[in-house]
């Protein structure tokens, strides 16, 4: 059970998180896959992205990030994205020459953290410190993905398909991450072809938008 | 005059209008090319051969022209790449892929005119002259280019990976031959063996720049029309 | 700081298990004995020749070990992590590249001493040549690195890498061959050799991390 989570005071951007994005478009490949996308967000919101593949959820969550370039459009926010975004895109991320334990000290020391003993047991990955990356199941290898959202507090989460091959026990776990999350004043989107308990608005990409 | 150019190279920035003016000068710059040439053929079969190299100093008429074009073809790509990536004109990626391989065949054709202009005097077909060897690694760096080019799929990224190498490369290229030349005085053997070029007289000078304009107008004329063929390359991708 | 140290030891811990390392000189000394193959077995011959054969094996196996830089990475999305890193992009490019050298090139260029005794290495050369190559692989490192950059989002892109880096090694070979024929030739002194070479290191350590962030960021858009 994740315990509610709060903020560090050096997030150092004042007042409440929020997010304006007005007019997005995103070329990807020399295509034009959305435009005149505009949302709002505030502390405390999720906003779930909904569409078919290859409507832009996942560019459109990499362009909040600041990994792909906005072709259009403007995007107002307080964040770095390099301190106060968590971005976890559909690849793992995950080295599978690594054993549990050294992966998850890794995004410790990513974070300038400590790595707590609990945090395994919370993963629901107790007893798989030994065990190599490789030779986890898919859905363990997600669940630790989920780490550096323990790990390291960052007021927006960006989720790509937060609940893809996870079991029952693991859905659970990132629906608890995610309501602390929200009730600490975080914001999350999170692309989803499933409903997600925690969204309290939606958007839809692709055709009908 | 910077001003002029920039609105002359904005102007052009779209392809309707680019293709427009392509067309007209299409015709006049190969006649231009093909006339230029043909003057300097007919002047250098009037050169006096060298007394020591005899008849085989006219090769020199090809062989320094294409290497000119060589190295002028690679920083034709350099600024091509600087005008796609920094200043973002749409018809800079085209400029530097039309140029490529054609500043590759003037390379080629530089190596090749060398070899073979040296080698009745050094009696093998190659040697590691300084002059002939930066030409040589200069072939490889415009091989990578092409092949960068050919090897990514997608052709924005082809086309921003590409010049990214570009620009790296010319930065690099006065370093190359820079430690190319030194290596040459370094190992210099006993006997000359370089590609001694006889005293500039005018006798000498004159076909030889004239000779330099026809493969400059030549180089224009073959990357004028390639821009025009990747335009409708382009057009016709879009189309499908 | 720490983040940086993170990174390269990451790096170095993945290319050790991974096998790279042994992979690596295992090729160093294949072509080494491919040598003698192709040149006869004269010891006067190969004494003579080994400083630069030796240079120019350690170049190509260096080059052998550049596809594995990025490609992982780009492809299973840690590349994306690297970017969103309070560290810059183009510091955590280098903490990998620091990385690769310390696991990858510098266990190349340690094994030169025992490659060179196959070739009949002349003893007194051995720390002229070691000296030089600490100084200069860096910069085959670095060019490598943008080569690698470059070519990531091909698949099977290792020889475009190759291509791309290779001529830009011929400085390197250049001043790196001096160098280590320079005491024993015409009693020239070795260190303005060291320098150029510690130069070229230091300018392409300097300046290679953007513009390999900028060919990896061209592959990610």
Redesign the interface.
């Known amino acids: 059970m994740a315990e509610s989570v709060t903020f560090d005071s050096d997030t150092d951007f004042a007042g409440d998180a929020f997010l304006r994005a007005e007019a997005l478009a995103c070329q990807c490949?020399?295509r034009l896959v959305f435009e005149n996308l505009s949302f709002n967000l505030s502390a405390g919101h999720a906003l779930r992205l909904a569409g078919a593949n290859g409507s832009g959820k996942s560019s459109l969550l990499r362009q909040l990030a600041g990994l792909l370039p906005l072709a259009a459009g403007s995007l107002a926010h307080p964040f770095t994205p390099s301190r106060h975004i968590h971005y976890l895109g559909h690849d793992d991320g995950l080295k599978a020459a690594f054993s549990v334990g050294e992966t998850l000290a890794f995004e410790a020391a990513l974070a300038k953290t400590d790595m707590a003993v609990s945090l395994l047991a919370e993963l629901g990955l107790a007893g798989c410190a030994w065990q190599f990356v490789g030779d986890l199941s898919a859905g363990q290898k997600r669940r630790l993905t989920l780490a550096r959202l323990l790990l390291d507090q960052r007021p927006l989460w960006l989720l790509d398909e937060p609940l893809t091959a996870l079991d029952a026990r693991g859905r659970t776990l990132v629906e608890d991450l995610a309501t602390a999350h929200l009730a600490g004043g975080g914001m999350i989107i999170a692309a989803s072809h499933e409903a997600l308990a925690f969204a309290t608005q939606e958007l839809r990409l692709g055709a009908g938008a | 005059m910077l001003k002029a150019l920039e609105n002359i190279s904005a102007h052009y920035a779209n392809p309707t209008r680019f293709m427009a003016l392509a067309a007209k000068w299409h015709a006049p710059l190969w006649g231009l090319a093909a006339l230029c040439l043909a003057y300097g053929l007919y002047r250098v079969a009037y050169v006096p051969d060298d007394y020591q190299q005899g008849a085989t100093v006219k090769i020199m008429f090809v062989h320094v022209p294409a290497a000119w074009m060589a190295l002028f073809g690679y920083s034709f790509i350099f600024f091509a790449s600087v005008a796609a990536l920094v200043f973002r004109h749409p018809l800079g990626h085209v400029a530097a892929r039309a140029a490529a391989p054609v500043g590759a065949v003037f390379t080629l054709i530089a190596l090749v005119t060398g070899s073979l202009w040296g080698q009745p005097m050094w009696g093998t077909w190659w040697v590691w002259d300084a002059r002939l060897t930066s030409v040589l690694?200069?072939f490889?760096?415009y091989?990578?280019y092409i092949?960068?080019w050919q090897?990514?799929d997608?052709?924005?990224?082809a086309a921003?990976?590409a010049s990214?190498?570009a620009i790296?490369?010319f930065i690099?290229v006065p370093?190359?031959k820079?430690?190319?030349d030194?290596?040459n005085t370094?190992h210099q053997p006993a006997s000359v063996s370089r590609l001694a070029r006889p005293a500039l007289h005018a006798d000498f000078l004159y076909p030889l720049l004239i000779m330099g304009l026809g493969f400059l107008l030549l180089f224009l004329a073959l990357t004028l029309t390639r821009m025009q063929m990747e335009i409708l390359r382009q057009k016709l991708r879009r189309r499908s | 700081m720490s983040l940086f140290m993170t990174l390269c030891g990451a790096h170095i811990r993945l290319a050790w298990r991974g096998g790279q390392t042994v992979l690596a000189v295992s090729f160093l000394f294949i072509a080494v004995t491919l040598l003698p193959f192709g040149l006869g077995p004269e010891l006067k011959l190969l004494r003579a020749l080994a400083p630069g054969l030796l240079w120019v094996v350690l170049a190509i196996s260096l080059l052998t070990t550049l596809d594995k830089l990025f490609q992982a990475d780009f492809e299973d999305g840690t590349l994306d992590r690297l970017r969103l890193l309070p560290l810059a992009f183009e510091a955590a490019l280098l903490a990998k590249l620091c990385g690769h050298f310390l696991a990858l090139v510098l266990p190349l260029i340690l094994s030169v001493p025992l490659a060179g005794l196959l070739l009949n290495i002349d003893g007194a050369r051995l720390p002229l040549l070691l000296a030089a190559m600490v100084c200069g692989a860096p910069a085959l490192v670095m060019w490598g690195g943008?080569g690698a950059g470059?070519?990531v989002?091909?698949r099977r892109?290792g020889l475009?890498t190759v291509?791309?880096a290779?001529?830009?090694y011929?400085?390197v070979l250049?001043?790196g061959a001096?160098a280590s024929q320079a005491a024993l030739a015409t009693g020239t002194a070795l260190w303005p050799y060291l320098g150029i070479l510690a130069a070229?290191s230091a300018a392409t350590i300097l300046l290679a991390p953007f513009?390999i962030a900028?060919?990896l960021r061209?592959?990610q858009?």
């Open positions: 490949g020399g | 690694v200069l490889f760096i091989l990578g092949a960068l090897a990514i997608e052709p924005t990224r921003r990976a990214l190498l790296v490369g690099n370093i190359v820079f430690s190319v030194w290596w370094l | 943008i470059l070519a989002s091909v892109g475009l291509l791309i290779m001529p830009f011929v400085p250049i001043f001096a070229l513009a900028a060919a061209v592959a858009d």
